[in-house]
């Protein structure tokens, strides 16, 4: 491997190559645009242009591209080349400021939940100069916000970035009134831990349902799964080893500050963990994590994995999105310090992350709702789709004071009693870990699990950001007016708490007891993504948004619809393969055993009367009406998927696919599930789990 701190973010056209290259004057103003806000002016823009250009040469780049975030979840690029001719038959390699600020992508055929009329091409991205410009595949890369003709925001960048500001504004007026003038800027800070699977090339590729979406439709248990705990944390095989040092290395050339690796619960699953950054910069890595992990997979001849549940019947990949607050002096405003009970500045943004997130569990739970996700909530293997937080006893029990008025006794630190004096004495944490929770406090940060591993973290950020900016905003109001400000802001925490610890829930989330309590407690259970999206267009959801500058009404609308029809689009494509596979692959696989049963009985009756047929008799019992059933069940699908039913709206098509197709498809698999077993492996249409989860050494 190369030396780290050189190889790190050698690809990246970052602080340190502008200070180094860039004119100072050009470098000053460059700055004040990157940390202020402030507009490039246009001579400048071309100087940063140029500069840029000639660092990308150097890197080996002949085309630029405008790198953005549609709703599509993934990454969009348009490439074009650095020449210029002159001359007639000689070129040169140019690059304007006009072309880094600006591009005009055709955006008719991205999601745009009826903003875009097809015909109405025109888009627009715009260079974000808060996240560098990297080389990727011998392209200068340009971090960029797209939008339409009209002004909307067409991707997940822009949104995350005006959330982004509006936290900033909120915890400004707040800092101020506890007397911090020195703090300019306040910034979300995010770490997204990836877990993926890594399965064989070869093997993926004889399975259709992983091929065209991304998760198996059918597939019995292996004798083998995870009951054992034996893969979690284990040994590194040597494939996954070297895919891990090879993604590493071409991470940490585009600055991404890829620290953890390790093998997580299920058979083949792993997980990657970044050190944190700023919400926005932290979103763009993500998406390039995600990216880079399936290409390095191919080199090794593996596929990556990132569908929330790949394989039924075993833990699903989740992306843990850990969140929280710093500003530009080096703070964590989430940190609790040695006397958290004394330090009033983090109770009160504690109480505002606590009632953002009683007041906006619908919120919350629609940032992370997709077809996948749906699998993985509420599965005993992640968070219920019922929104908590967990605090931790110690944080739990200064709470319960400051509402019943107790005074709050300061504790010591308490040291762990391991038993024997080899061991180093190790104070233990003021919290434990919840990972049931699906927002959990652990230290500084909050860890919101809920978020499925293919999802971008825009969303889940962007809604974090303004809904604790709201917050934030109604308190700074009060407390702006206030005569006395220490008893109003005691008085504040105080009734905060009182209102909102409904949302506080230390215990099993998985427990089947929780979901009745938190139904006495009036929280939601959105159990699916169509149960959850109506209340993104609530008026008060929609006011927060608008007052915020966050979202228009429009833009919330648009979100809400291209949701539901991701969802609806995403259960028909499974729906079809299912239909697919069982037609094509299963059902002809098990009519030929059959056959092959029936000459063998037939053989043996025909070479002696006495041989015993007990074998092939069982199994045709079996799979005959098994194999009935299935056939039915697959026409029933069908049908229901090929539907040419009128839909009133996108919800209404949307509950359908749920409530019709996607239940029809569960009874489908459990027939089909039942019959793979019964198959001889030779008559097997596709590689089973077993082959899936355990063929990577």
């Known amino acids: 491997m190369s030396n780290v701190p050189e190889l790190f973010g050698s690809m990246v056209f970052n602080d340190t190559v502008m200070k180094a290259r860039l004119p100072k004057s050009a470098y000053k103003a460059l700055k004040e645009t990157r940390e202020k806000g402030k507009a490039l002016d246009p001579k400048v823009a071309d100087m940063v242009a140029n500069t840029m250009k000639e660092w990308a040469l150097e890197k080996g780049a002949t085309h630029f591209t405008h790198w953005f975030q549609p709703m599509t979840g993934i990454t969009a690029e348009k490439h074009d080349s650095f020449i210029y001719p002159v001359d007639g038959e000689q070129v040169i390699m140019e690059f304007s400021g006009k072309e880094l600020i600006k591009g005009e992508p055709d955006a008719s055929s991205f999601p745009s939940g009826g903003l875009r009329a097809t015909f109405e091409a025109r888009g627009y991205t715009a260079w974000d100069p808060t996240s560098d410009a990297f080389v990727k595949e011998k392209s200068l890369c340009i971090p960029t916000a797209f939008y339409s003709y009209g002004g909307e925001a067409l991707d997940k960048k822009t949104p995350l970035l005006r959330s982004m500001d509006a936290i900033n504004k909120q915890a400004l007026r707040i800092l101020k009134l506890f007397g911090n003038t020195q703090v300019t800027h306040v910034t979300t800070t995010v770490g997204p831990e990836q877990e993926y699977f890594l399965i064989d090339k070869a093997l993926y590729e004889k399975r259709k349902d992983l091929l065209y979406t991304g998760r198996t439709l059918l597939g019995a248990k292996p004798p083998k799964g995870q009951e054992l705990d034996d893969h979690y944390f284990g040994a590194l095989k040597p494939r996954v080893a070297a895919f891990m040092a090879d993604l590493n290395e071409e991470l940490w050339k585009l600055g991404i500050l890829a620290k953890t690796e390790h093998n997580e619960v299920a058979p083949a699953q792993h997980e990657l963990a970044p050190i944190f950054t700023s919400s926005n910069v932290a979103t763009d890595h993500n998406q390039l994590v995600m990216e880079i992990m399936k290409k390095v997979a191919i080199r090794h001849g593996l596929t990556c994995l990132l569908h929330e549940k790949p394989f039924e019947g075993i833990n699903g990949n989740g992306k843990h999105n850990n969140w929280s607050m710093s500003t530009d002096q080096g703070e964590n405003l989430l940190e609790p310090g040695e006397t958290p009970s004394e330090n009033a500045q983090f109770l009160l943004f504690l109480s505002a992350v606590i009632e953002a997130v009683d007041k906006h569990q619908d919120l919350l739970r629609i940032s992370v709702a997709s077809a996948g996700n749906d699998h993985r909530l509420g599965a005993n293997e992640a ?17 319960n004071d400051i509402e019943s008025g107790t005074p709050c006794v300061k504790k010591d630190r308490v040291f762990m009693e391991i ?131 966050v979202l228009t009404k429009t833009e919330v609308y648009s979100r809400r619809d291209i949701q539901l029809e991701n969802y609806w689009k995403q259960i028909s494509i499974e729906a079809l393969s299912m239909v697919d596979m069982i037609r094509r692959d299963l059902l002809p696989a098990a009519a030929s055993y059959m056959k092959d049963l029936c000459a063998t009985a037939n053989s043996k009756k025909q070479f002696s009367s006495d041989l015993s047929c007990g074998f092939e008799k069982g199994l045709l019992e079996k799979l005959a009406p098994l194999t009935t059933e299935l056939y039915q069940k697959t026409e029933d699908l069908s049908a229901a998927a090929n539907t040419d039913r009128t839909f009133k709206d996108t919800l209404d098509e949307a509950e359908y696919f749920h409530n ?30 077993g082959e899936l989860l355990f063929s990577v050494v």
């Open 660 to 689: 019709t197709v996607f239940a029809l498809m569960e009874e489908t698999r459990t027939v089909a599930d039942q019959i793979e077993p019964l198959l001889g492996s030779a008559y097997l249409p596709y590689p089973t789990y």
């Open 383 to 399: 968070p219920p789709a019922i929104v908590s937080m967990f605090v931790g006893e110690d944080l739990e029990e200064i709470l």
């Open 419 to 549: 038993g024997t004096d080899v061991l180093p004495k190790i104070s233990r944490d003021a919290t434990d870990r919840n990972r049931t929770s699906p927002f959990a406090f652990t230290g500084n940060k909050f860890e919101f699990r809920m978020v499925g591993s293919a999802d971008s973290v825009a969303c889940p950020n962007m809604i974090l950001n303004t809904i604790i900016a709201d917050t934030l905003c109604s308190f700074a109001d009060r407390l702006e007016k206030a005569s006395d400000f220490k008893s109003e802001l005691n008085k504040l925490i105080q009734e905060t708490i009182k209102k909102h610890k409904r949302i506080i829930f230390n215990g099993n989330n998985y427990a089947p007891e929780w979901i009745d309590e938190a139904k006495k407690r009036g929280l939601l259970n959105l159990r699916s993504t169509v149960d959850a999206l109506p209340y993104y267009t609530t008026p008060e959801n929609v006011s927060m948004f608008e007052k915020h500058g």
